[in-house]
């Protein structure tokens, strides 16, 4: 008997695509910070659906400080800005909104921020299980440099086990939640370099860096090469 390799696919629940709808909205300024949303019975009049699914919907929005529920007066739209955590960003970047270029330029800045003095910290408690698995990387990349979608999930991988590499607790949890926010950001960018073979080549500087616990070289090169990653996708993003 041939073995199925594909599950039908799910439906989005109604209050899912209400968050979405309703999320989209409140990212793009269609509803903006201190706007009132109708009462739930005249909001769900508009969208057609039941007041169930609105309620789950709206608790969702509620549960991300998006909306605040006034007890006795309404349903309030909050400044993301001020409110809005890392899920919503998750969230927003999942759903394939646009990102803004003030949201992408915050992001690669923190990144030029972070990443040089986490892979510092790295130079220093590497293990030889890190070094192992990082050279394990650094081949299937090689093996890989033609396939510039599979190199842009290797290059994450590499950079996941750095954030492991440093013993940073809090630094290995963000690195697993960025995952579809560093894909998102470097499709175009590995789409669009000349030369492929110089991603094994830079992690081979790094691992050669780790080796030898130089993490003022480790540090000074990797934020010269987010310098012109940055420079990259932030041309690319107002051409």
Do not use: W
Not at 33 to 48: A, T
Not at 54 to 74: P, S, T
């Amino acid at each position: 008997m041939e073995t199925e390799h594909f599950l039908p696919v799910a439906r989005r629940k109604v209050s899912d695509e209400i968050f979405l709808m309703l999320q989209e909205k409140i990212f793009l300024g269609a509803l903006k910070p201190g706007e009132k949303l109708p009462p739930e019975r005249e909001l769900s009049r508009q969208l057609g659906v039941t007041r169930v699914p609105l309620r789950e919907a709206l608790k969702r929005l509620q549960a991300m400080k998006l909306i605040e529920v006034r007890h006795g007066d309404g349903i309030y739209v909050l400044d993301y800005q001020s409110n809005g955590s890392f899920e919503f960003l998750m969230s927003v970047i999942q759903s394939g909104l646009p990102l803004e270029q003030r949201l992408v330029k915050s992001l690669l800045e923190f990144r030029l921020i972070v990443v040089p003095e986490l892979f510092r910290l790295a130079a220093k408690n590497a293990t030889e299980e890190n070094i192992k698995k990082l050279e394990e990387i650094i081949e299937k990349e090689r093996q890989s440099s033609s396939n510039r979608n599979r190199l842009m999930e290797l290059d994450f991988e590499f950079h996941t086990e750095v954030a492991r590499a440093s013993g940073n607790l809090f630094a290995q949890l963000l690195y697993n939640s960025l995952r579809p926010v560093y894909l998102t950001l470097s499709a175009q960018f590995f789409h669009n370099i000349p030369d492929p073979q110089q991603v094994p080549i830079h992690a081979e500087m790094v691992l050669a860096a780790l080796k030898a616990h130089d993490g003022e070289t480790l540090a000074r090169n990797t934020r010269y090469f987010l310098e012109l990653a940055n420079d990259f996708m932030l041309a690319d993003l107002n051409a």
